[in-house]
């Protein structure tokens, strides 16, 4: 759980890579809220899972160019990721709503689900996440999943 604007040039995004990556390779399976930011990181270290940390630092550097959503270059700088480091091994589901016509699905979930109402999609994220929940820094929408 976390928020949509947190940039991927922040250091706390490399730590939900990170820590998302080791989950992912030790069998567990990563569950975002599929969007930007926070959400993002989580899926995107499931998708870099079995991967040297030079590649995932060769990945968190071609994201730089385009930290956030809003950015010319977001989505093509994680189709450059994808293109270069394929996973074929390790899946992460993104589950995103359609409230929010503003804020893209994050590219690195390899399973989408999307939920029209934001409450039952929250509900669900949360009725899944039975091995934990990793919380990261947000804004209303995080705090309102934590009660």
């Not at 998708?47 to 550097?61: I, N, S, V, Y």
């Not at 091995?131 to 009660?147: F, H, L, R, V």
């Amino acid at each position: 759980m976390g928020g949509h604007a947190l940039s991927r040039t922040d250091g706390m995004y490399r730590q939900i890579v990170v820590l998302s990556k080791r989950l992912t390779e030790l069998g567990f399976l990563m569950l975002s809220g599929g969007g930007p930011g926070a959400m993002e990181a989580a899926n995107l270290g499931a998708w870099l899972a079995g991967r040297g940390d030079d590649e995932m630092e060769e990945a968190l550097r071609i994201l730089t160019s385009a930290p956030a959503f809003s950015d010319k270059g977001w989505l093509s700088t994680a189709f450059e990721v994808i293109r270069r480091y394929p996973q074929t091994k390790y899946e992460s589901l993104g589950i995103p709503t359609w409230t929010y016509g503003h804020e893209p699905p994050t590219p690195f979930a390899t399973h989408i689900a999307k939920f029209f109402d934001n409450s039952i999609r929250e509900d669900g994220i949360l009725t899944l996440s039975f091995a934990g929940i990793m919380y990261t820094p947000g804004s209303a929408g995080t705090i309102q999943e934590k009660k």
